[in-house]
């Protein structure tokens, strides 16, 4: 995932978007064509988060950390010296 502030969330179009309110505290943005999970925000809305795998390259965005490494499973083989938290 990549975060961006919600006001600075620019789409080149924006007609298949369509938001779910998926919990009291937070909304996903998919697409209404093929379903696809795009965003999540999370009540005030200020930030909004992107499933980084939609971007068009070059998206210039780098790994700062990994997360939920005490979960994951005996394929995945993280050799950098990034933190790894146990938990998100």
Not at 31 to 47: E, T
Request: glycine share 10%; charged share 20%.
């Amino acid at each position: 995932m990549a975060a961006c502030r919600s006001a600075d969330l620019m789409l080149l179009t924006s007609s298949t978007l369509r938001w779910y309110r998926s919990s009291r505290y937070v909304e996903r943005g998919f697409c209404s064509r093929c379903g696809g999970n795009l965003f999540w925000k999370a009540a005030p809305g200020l930030q909004t988060f992107v499933a980084a795998g939609t971007l068009d390259p070059p998206t210039g965005l780098r790994i700062s950390k990994h997360i939920f490494v005490g979960s994951k499973s005996d394929f995945y083989d993280l050799t950098d010296r990034l933190p790894k938290e146990q938990a998100g």
